[in-house]
């Protein structure tokens, strides 16, 4: 397998049936992912960000084109990509070890034990620093702790991509800056592939190892995609100031608010 073309995605539109016609959300859509990379996709309201991240986690199928992941055609969901939505979608009368487990034991219970399958969400639940709240239930946790649940539930399945959409953008800005941060070191651990939605230009620079910037929508497409040189582990303080880290920094910004910030200004 090329590992430069772990994800790929060719030639996709995505257009929809509403009351008022044919919608189409997205056009040529050509882009690659390699294999342990980590993808930002980044634009304005309406740009299709999230259609992208449903077409890949086989949530949607697309009008024309095609997508592949590891060489297969994504025809359908599999376990092989977890989804973070931005709604942690925890089942509010189970813990945080229960939400977690059945996760687990949706995939693994053909081929592994109870034991197994128990140190699985046990592991999770460690990898993410929420042991001590196993037997709370979402009601009973912060919102924060929440969507650490909803990545302790996706990376327990071992997926082979971690398709994330704004995963913290309803969180506030500390508790948005330590779970990314938390996020980081987790991605340098498991070296999971991860395709993440995100309107926080910081986040994306931070986090990404590939920024992908779409066009306003309709008819949306991928106008420019910004390769992020920065070496890793990466520590936001001590990059705050590098002039690398400016300069990918402009580089977003120039692109939504001055090529792609028509479409604001008339709003």
Not at 52 to 79: D, F
Not at 125 to 131: E, H, I, M, R
Not at 216 to 241: D, H, K, M, Q
């Amino acid at each position: 397998m090329n590992e430069a073309k772990f994800i790929e995605i060719s030639g996709v539109e995505q257009t929809f049936k509403t009351p008022k016609g044919s919608f189409q959300a997205l056009r040529d859509i050509d882009l690659t992912v390699a294999k342990g990379e980590f993808v930002a996709l980044i634009g304005h309201s309406g740009c299709g960000k999230s259609t992208l991240l449903n077409l890949i986690a086989g949530l949607t199928k697309p009008t024309h084109g095609t997508l592949l992941c590891a060489n297969r055609e994504i025809a359908g969901p599999g376990p092989e990509r977890a989804v973070v939505f931005q709604n942690h979608s925890l089942l509010p009368w189970l813990t945080c070890y229960e939400n977690i487990y059945l996760g687990v034991e949706r995939v693994f219970a053909a081929t592994e034990s109870k034991a197994q399958l128990k140190a699985r969400t046990d592991a999770a639940l460690a990898l993410v620093g929420l042991t001590p709240a196993a037997q709370k239930r979402p009601g009973e946790i912060s919102g924060g702790m929440k969507q650490r649940v909803g990545i302790a539930r996706a990376l327990a399945m071992e997926p082979k991509v971690l398709l994330m959409d704004e995963p913290f953008g309803a969180l506030d800005a500390l508790t948005r800056a330590r779970l990314q941060d938390e996020l980081l070191a987790i991605v340098q651990k498991t070296r999971s592939t991860v395709v993440m939605v995100t309107h926080d230009v910081d986040e994306a620079v931070l986090l990404s190892d590939k920024i992908v910037m779409m066009t306003n929508g309709p008819s949306a497409t991928i106008g420019e995609v910004l390769p992020v040189n920065l070496p890793r582990p990466r520590n936001r303080v001590e990059l705050a100031e590098d002039r690398d880290y400016v300069h990918y920094r402009k580089a977003v910004i120039d692109f939504l608010y001055t090529r792609q910030g028509h479409v604001e200004k008339a709003a």
